[in-house]
């Protein structure tokens, strides 16, 4: 697998054309994946910074970039086109899954299970997936924990604000997040919490040029 071109442009994603529903896009909050870094992946997983991190889903790259900041050997896919990344369906075998040793991502919320089989069979140390924390119930899953006991499961106690489509630096949500985290040949821990302060603290002043779709400016100026 080769290195992405890392050339994000809010404004070149304004223009692109939204994929379909079912591909469940929902950018992931810069700070939150760099709250992800420093709380779990750093100090918990112990992911060095010469690790090679695979991001599979990973849309604009809204979470790649941040892992990046990081890691910087990140590489990342996609299904869909959005000039991020290269471009192929991770749930299916095929010669472009590069070796890894982790795989991070918040995946298409149905088909989250799948994802975490194939991660957990192509990733060297170990697999995190940002998910929805009602995801953590039902059969499925419950098959899938049986197999692959989680080694961790990390909650946010702030809320993680996700938008189909785009990140709004200001958005607000009801719904719960968690990283249920697999670590190759550890026992599981007790969960943990993400603190809360982690938006206000790791909201860079640039992420909105990075990140966020540009506002419309006004044509007018009002009173002129
Ligand atoms: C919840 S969004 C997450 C985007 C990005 N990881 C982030 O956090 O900003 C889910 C992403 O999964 C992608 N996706 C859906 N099915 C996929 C598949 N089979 N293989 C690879 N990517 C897929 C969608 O195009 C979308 O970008």
Sequence with gaps: MTQPSFAFSPA????????????????????A?????????YPVLGVRTDDIVLEPAC???????????????????????YGYGEVFDFTEAGPNRGACDWIFTNPPFNRAVEFAR???SLARRGVALLVRTQWLHS???????????PFVIAYYVERVPMHRGEWKPRGSTATDY?????????????????????RKALTRPDDAARFAKPVAAPLFEAGA
């Excluded at 070149?12 to 700070?31: C, I, N």
């Excluded at 849309?59 to 990081?70: F, N, Q, S, V």
């Excluded at 968690?178 to 302060?197: E, F, N, Q, S, Y």
């Design 33 to 41: 994946t760099r709250a992800f870094i420093a709380h779990v992946a």
């Design 139 to 149: 059969g499925e899953r419950d098959d899938l924990f049986r197999e692959h006991a």
């Design 118 to 120: 194939m991660a957990l």
């Design 178 to 198: 968690c990283w249920v985290c697999w670590k190759r040949g550890a026992d599981p821990r007790p969960p943990l919490w993400i603190p809360p302060g982690q």
């Design 59 to 81: 849309g604009e790259g809204h979470m790649a970039e941040p892992l990046r900041e990081a890691y910087p050997l990140t590489i990342a896919s996609d299904i869909h086109p």
């Design 12 to 31: 070149v994603a304004a223009q692109r054309s939204e994929p379909h529903d079912s591909l469940d896009f929902f950018p992931t909050p810069p700070w």
